[in-house]
C-alpha cells in the first residue's frame, strides 16, 4: 500500500443541508494516486481527534481537487463540516484496496453518503463498457448525490424517503432479477438493511455481492489493528473496505 500524508486546502463548501456537506479539497499528489473503493483519512491541523476516513465522491488529476461528501454523526464530522474555503486540513491517503475487477453487469446499490464511493467506480465500468445499473437511496432528492451523473452512466432506480413506499432498494432489484436481469456482481454501500436486502437476493440468486463498509477506523494504515473484522478478520483499512459477502457473511 501506497500512500502519502498532504497538507490540503479546502476550496469550496457546499452544505447540502444541516447535516451533509460537500468539500471540495486541493490535494493534487492524492488526487493522482487514488483509484476507485480506496479512501482518504482526514484530519484538520488543529483538532485533538483522530483522523476520520472519508471515500471520495470523484477525483481530478488534472485539478488535483477531490470532493468529499461528510454527513456529520459526532464531533469529528461536525469539525470536518465547519471547514471553510481557505481553510487547511491533512489528508491521507490513498488508503485501502482498490476495487477489483470482475466482468458485469454489475449492480450498484447505495444509501445516503454511501452513494459517494459508487460513482468512481460506476464511471470506470462505464469505461470499460461493462453493464450498470444503479439502486440508490436518500432522505431527499437534492441528497440523491450525483442523480444526473449516474442517469448518464446506466439506468438509476432512485428512492426516496420523502416518498414513503415502504420498500428497500435492493426490493427493486430483487424484481429486476426476478424479471430476467441477471447481474453478475453486487455492490453495496452506505446501509446494513441494504446489505441484509443483499444476503435476501444470493439466497434468491446465485450472484456476487461485495461490501464497502464505513466502520470506524482509528489510524487507516494498519498499525492499530482495530478495524479487524468479518469472517476473515481482515484489516479493512488494508484489505478493505471493500469485503466480499459470501453466503450471508462479510468475510
Ligand atoms: C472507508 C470509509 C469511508 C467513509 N466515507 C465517508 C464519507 O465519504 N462521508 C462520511 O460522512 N462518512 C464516511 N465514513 C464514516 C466516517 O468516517 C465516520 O462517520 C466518522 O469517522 C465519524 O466520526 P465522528 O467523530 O463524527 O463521530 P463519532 O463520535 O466517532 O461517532 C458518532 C456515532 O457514529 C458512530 N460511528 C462513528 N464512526 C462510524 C463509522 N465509520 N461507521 C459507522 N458508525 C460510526 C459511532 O459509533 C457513534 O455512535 C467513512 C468511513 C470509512 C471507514
Ligand atoms: S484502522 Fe488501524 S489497523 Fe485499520
Redesign the pocket.
Known sequence: MSWLQEPARVVTRTHLDETVTVLALKAPRIAEMIVPGQ?VMLHPPTSS?LP????PLSWDSRTGILS???????????ELQALAPGDEVDITGPL?TALPFAPGPWALVGRG?GI??LLPWAHALAAANQEVRFYLSARRRDLLLAEQEFRELGQLTGHLDEEKTGHLVTDDLLRDMENGWKPEQILVCGSRRLTEGTVEIQRRFPVNASVL?????ACGIGWCKGCASGEQWAL?CVDG?TRPLIEGVIQ
Open positions: 479512501f481527534y476520520r476516513a472519508m471515500a468529499i461528501v461528510v454527513r456529520i454523526v459526532g464531533p469529528g464530522t461536525r485501502g453518503v459517494a464511493p463498509l464505513e466502520e470506524k477506523m479493512l473496505p
